[in-house]
């Protein structure tokens, strides 16, 4: 009994110790997935891995193609042609546009700045150039330096109070008489069934809770109102189908999103929805079953106004501003 009661309490001892190891580890386990999980979160702005690079590149070309093949709405046609044109992509990315459009304008200087160096570095036309720079930091341009500034689908990049300062450092260095455009896709989606209305619904809990702006293309149209440099504030959209309903469209872009569902979005939504990675995708696996009895579809939409152009006497303020609106050490000229 007592050799019995002395082994058992061993035993006892030894699975205690074994046990607090295992909640220890278990709990060093659970912390660490957590801090990943967290780390995903604070890391969600940037691209995440090659997939998500060549996700960016091919959604380029579907969104050209659904903008009647067209690059840019402002109307800029002329000054591309002229030469002696200066155009800035901010959050460029893997630089799609800047590749296509450097190509087609070789006499026009393009820049992209991405925070992510995920641009090609060498293998690039000679009339573009890439910079790695935070734009919330401000853009190592001086003032009224481009012909046309764009960006494109920040919207999971910034916060919404980043908004308007990033908007007014474009136009900064956007010159008197160039164009503004930015391009957004819209959250709602149209016509969808009850598991990926779902799944959007919890997207916009997601971007709630990281502070990041859920109806950014309902806002812009004010933002850019609010600045009164700008003049001639245009907006137009075009409607994105999903899936197999959707023709040669809908088939890619309902690709593209399962990039973005399985790879970049698979690293926050499930804890958002406090759901295991596989209920997860169980649950991306019934959208797409949807998508073949639902004709579901999403905007896409752009925005394009015109930097006024300054009188005489306002041209000789500009000019003493040149150096104090920059505030960054290197210019690029
Ligand atoms: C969704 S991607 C869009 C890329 C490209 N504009 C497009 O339309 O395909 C967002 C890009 O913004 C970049 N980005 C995020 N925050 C940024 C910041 N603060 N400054 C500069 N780039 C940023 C990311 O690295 C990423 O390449």
Known sequence: MGNNHSSSSRVNRHNNGAMKLRNKKSKQQLMEREENKESAKLKFHLPKN??????MQLQHFLFKHIWDDKNYSSPIEQRLKSGDCKVLDAGCGP???????????????FHGVDIAAVFPSEIKPTNLNFHQCDINQGLPFKDNYFDFVRMSLMSTSLKINQWVNVIRELVRVLKPGGYLELIESGVQVYNAGPHFTFMVKNIISFKNSNELSVYITNQIPSILSSIPSLTDIQSDFRVIPIGP?????????????????????KDVLPKCMNITEKEYLDLWDRCQLEFKIHAATTKLFRFWAQKVVVTDDDDDDDDENIEEGVGIDQLIN
């Open 50 to 55: 090659d997939q998500d690079i060549d996700r």
């Open 95 to 109: 630089g799609a546009w800047l590749l296509e459009m450097s190509t087609q304008h070789p006499s026009t200087r």
């Open 245 to 265: 309903l959707g023709g040669q469209s809908g088939l890619i872009y309902g690709d593209l999103l399962d990039m973005y569902f399985t790879n970049k979005l």
